[in-house]
T-cell receptor, first 112, second 107 residues
């Protein structure tokens, strides 16, 4: 099992550019989430999904889009990158609600 | 508004010096409280889930407890390899994380 994989590991964008952060899991988990981690603020939930075709917003969804067409994949799209989106992004998956999450290694994004 | 506060922000211990990390929360309808460990440059790694006040979980040198307002992560006789950031998270309507406690254990 590879667990949760994220690509790319590092990315630099210019303001206004768009991109997609990839997340995949091979554990057949229904629940998947995207978080951002900023210094001194901990992890904040961006979007989450409780199964293929079902997504919902978390605490900080503005500027991000998600879709879930398969159980395995949960990409995060930045529509028009802003410097405030400079952060480390983590994807996580879980077998069920209110249960331990498995996190990916993270994507470090810098927006200039 | 749901809030999770961890203290202290940083803690330095000598090897073998036991201590506790605190996670206090104000949420409506706690459904679960989680502890994770995070090493530099890596994603968080699951440690414990607690579901109701009075519950306790143990794993090696770590013990997590839960009351109606806070949770403690007790570290008994820590070793240098226990150095990491420890994150607390609560699940109510959605998942909220605290900012973490950065633990350093000196040999």
């Amino acid at each position: 099992n590879a667990g949760v994989t994220q690509t790319p590991k590092f990315q630099v964008l210019k303001t206004g550019q768009s991109m997609t952060l990839q997340c995949a899991q091979d554990m057949n988990h229904e629940y998947m989430s995207w978080y951002r981690q900023d210094p001194g603020m901990g992890l904040r939930l961006i979007h989450y999904s409780v199964g293929a075709g079902i997504t919902d917003q978390g605490e900080v969804p503005n500027g991000y889009n998600v879709s879930r067409s398969t159980t395995e994949d949960f990409p995060l799209r930045l529509l028009s990158a802003a410097p405030s989106q400079t952060s480390v992004y983590f994807c996580a998956s879980s077998d069920r609600e209110i249960y331990e999450q498995y996190f990916g290694p993270g994507t470090r994004l810098t927006v200039t | 508004e749901d809030q999770v506060t961890q203290s202290p922000e940083a803690l330095r211990l000598q090897e073998g010096e036991s201590s506790s990390l605190n996670c206090s929360y104000t949420v409506s309808g706690l459904r679960g409280l989680f502890w994770y460990r995070q090493d530099p440059g890596k994603g968080p790694e699951f440690l414990f889930t607690l579901y109701s006040a009075g519950e306790e979980k143990e794993k090696e040198r770590l013990k997590a407890t839960l009351t109606k307002k806070e949770s403690f992560l007790h570290i008994t006789a820590p070793k240098p390899e226990d150095s990491a950031t420890y994150l607390c998270a609560v699940q109510a309507y959605d998942m909220r994380f605290g900012a973490g406690t950065r633990l350093t254990v000196k040999p």
